[in-house]
DNA sequence: ATTCAACCTGGAGCGCGCTCCAGGTCAAGC
DNA sequence: GCTTGACCTGGAGCGCGCTCCAGGTTGAAT
């Protein structure tokens, strides 16, 4: 149950310091809890959420999605819509996966043709 | 044998008349007749390299590498580079998908332990 | 007590890849 | 001959997702 600076939070995310600001701005992140002082300290919860996120973000998700889920999750009465939501990216992922393999193979016919006529 | 006008090529390769001029400028493409008006010939070859560009600027390539390999493709002494250019990029889009495989596995499991927790 | 790196905020700036605009030209149809 | 819409150029503007900056505060170490 310890806690985290922003510095060991953007390490163990991956995400800037400036981008883990940037996200609680955007209400992507709920608000961050702070010391007396003022500086966040981010929670073993936050830096799960964060992976989470990281995960979702890298899958392509656009940062307008990311607040949705992330509105979400901090209503607890919503584990069907983060579900429908999670499930609608998992088909845009799929999506995403065969329109890949599609192009790899027209990449490899490329190649392929270019080694025939000249290799 | 036919030729094309800006609006043609637009429609059959996917980018907007915009971007056609864009990646004119930009050097991606190579430079397209003209009418003695100065109005773009698209012919067919360029209809096919646009196809091409396409499907590698679908896959991820960014607008650098896409010149790279339109520069490429004016010099004919350059089939071994090509090839080497889209081994690469092939190798990224093989990355990415391993990726994406990835990020779908970790979804799934978040939408089994919703389900698991709440349905 | 002082230093100094890490932190804070609000807001501006940036890189990519287009996209749009102003102001003018060309050419098919009437 | 005139209209009209697609086209031309150079350059500005935009949307996304950060990233950086100025100017100020905090707090651990010396």
Redesign the interface.
């Known amino acids: 149950m310890r806690t985290y600076t922003p510095a060991e939070a953007a390490e163990r995310s991956g995400f800037s310091v400036d981008t883990l600001r940037y996200y609680e701005r955007e209400g992507i992140l709920a608000p961050v809890a702070r010391t007396a002082g003022g500086r966040r300290t981010y929670s073993d919860s936050d830096l799960s959420t964060l992976d ?1 996120l990281r ?2 973000r ?3 998700m656009p940062i307008e999605r990311l607040r949705r889920y992330g509105e979400l999750c901090r209503d607890p009465n919503t ?2 819509e ?2 429908a939501l ?2 609608e ?2 088909v845009a ?2 999506n ?2 065969d ?3 599609r ?2 193979a ?3 016919e ?2 392929a043709w ?2 025939g ?3």
């Open positions: 989470f995960c979702l890298d899958a392509g584990i069907a983060r579900i999670l499930r990216h998992a992922v799929d995403q996966i329109q890949l393999r192009y790899r027209r990449v490899d490329k190649i270019y080694e006529s000249a290799g």
